[in-house]
T-cell receptor
Framework: DAGVIQSPRHEVTEMGQEVTLRCKPI?????LFWYRQTMMRGLELLIY????????DSGMPEDRFSAKMPNASFSTLKIQPSEPRDSAVYFC?????????????FGPGTRLTVL | AQKVTQAQTEISVVEKEDVTLDCVYE???????LFWYKQPPSGELVFLIR??????QNEISGRYSWNFQKSTSSFNFTITASQVVDSAVYFC?????????????FGTGTRLTVIP
């Protein structure tokens, strides 16, 4: 079975540009998570969805960040405008139905570099 | 306060040595889950194990074993006869019922280098 799919795997952009990261969760999973990993702050949860509805976006750093999940098989994380401090690895993860005890499976990540 | 502490930032061992990665957690919840993830140099996060707070049985999977001790709030991970492919950053994580579904608190990770 395919795991969580993320694209692109690497993104290099210039400050001020819009960046869109994409995620396809594992089929049948109804929770989807976006994380950011940096050397300074480690792994941080940005937002998560349940059945396509955003449940907790308290980790989203600021209004420049937005996330959507238009259907069960696709989610985007958008940064507009991007800044150098947004450079990080962004992970998407998904988990099975059944609530909080289920394991989150991570995608390969998108390494974002903002120049 | 840190909910998950991995005091060992980096560990180096020679191939075939055993190595234990420490994880200490903090929670007031009686119902919680503990996890270990592996992040190899390629960057992905690979799930290794999940334990719930009601099951203190140790677990062994091949060369990997986990020791869960509620008395010391620890969930340590041992690799027996380490191999170069074990070189990675290993993260311990905690989720609690009281902080809501799916809130995974990660430790800062331990970078393991296995020297051939």
């Amino acid at each position: 079975d395919a795991g969580v799919i993320q694209s692109p795997r690497h993104e290099v952009t210039e400050m001020g540009q819009e960046v869109t990261l994409r995620c396809k969760p594992i089929s049948g999973h109804d929770y989807l998570f976006w994380y950011r990993q940096t050397m300074m702050r480690g792994l941080e949860l940005l937002i998560y969805f349940n059945n396509n509805v955003p449940i907790d976006d308290s980790g989203m750093p600021e209004d420049r960040f937005s996330a959507k999940m238009p259907n069960a098989s696709f989610s985007t994380l958008k940064i507009q405008p991007s800044e150098p401090r947004d450079s990080a690895v962004y992970f998407c993860a998904s988990s099975f139905p059944g609530g909080w005890t289920d394991t989150q499976y991570f995608g390969p990540g998108t390494r974002l570099t903002v120049l | 306060a840190q909910k998950v502490t991995q005091a060992q930032t980096e560990i180096s061992v020679v191939e075939k040595e055993d190595v234990t990665l420490d994880c200490v957690y903090e929670t007031r919840d009686t119902t919680y889950y503990l996890f270990w993830y592996k992040q190899p140099p390629s960057g992905e996060l690979v799930f290794l194990i999940r334990r719930n707070s009601f099951d203190e049985q140790n677990e062994i999977s091949g060369r990997y074993s986990w020791n869960f001790q509620k008395s010391t709030s620890s969930f340590n991970f041992t690799i027996t006869a380490s191999q170069v492919v074990d070189s990675a950053v290993y993260f311990c994580a905690l989720s609690e019922a009281q902080t809501g579904a799916n809130n995974l608190f990660f430790g800062t990770g331990t970078r393991l280098t296995v020297i051939p």
